[in-house]
Nanobody
Framework: QVQLVESGGGLVQPGGSLRLSCTAS????????MGWYRQAPGKQRELVAA???????SYADSAKGRFTISRDNAKNTVYLQMNSLKPEDTAGYYC?????WGGGSWGQGTQVTVSS
């Protein structure tokens, strides 16, 4: 089973930036769409950004203009560049991939805290 491992979270001040990474233990071509989700305490997990196998991105309204999702197939990694961070972006961020043969895989998550 291909596993996903996130990294790059941390504490950042409002207006700052972070880049999250999601690295697959095997080939990223095992996945079709891949996405970044987030979940804040007491709230449902929500999709932040997704990218197709061909590299086409899509974003939640809350992420448009501030976040950029990309994938580096050679490094088996999907990135989420987050700029102009706000306190309401504080959440656990999770990577998900849809397997080509059905089903999917979640990473363990990385915490992002935006606070002064």
């Amino acid at each position: 089973q291909v596993q996903l491992v996130e990294s790059g979270g941390g504490l950042v001040q409002p207006g700052g930036s972070l880049r999250l990474s999601c690295t697959a233990s095997g080939s990223i071509f095992n996945f079709n769409d891949m996405g970044w989700y987030r979940q804040a305490p007491g709230k449902q997990r929500e999709l932040v950004a997704a990218i197709t196998r061909g590299g086409s991105p899509s974003y939640a309204d809350s992420a448009k203009g501030r976040f950029t999702i990309s994938r580096d197939n050679a490094k088996n990694t999907v990135y989420l560049q987050m700029n102009s961070l706000k306190p309401e972006d504080t959440a656990g961020y999770y990577c998900h991939g849809d397997f080509r043969w059905g089903g999917g895989s979640w990473g363990q998550g990385t915490q992002v805290t935006v606070s002064s």
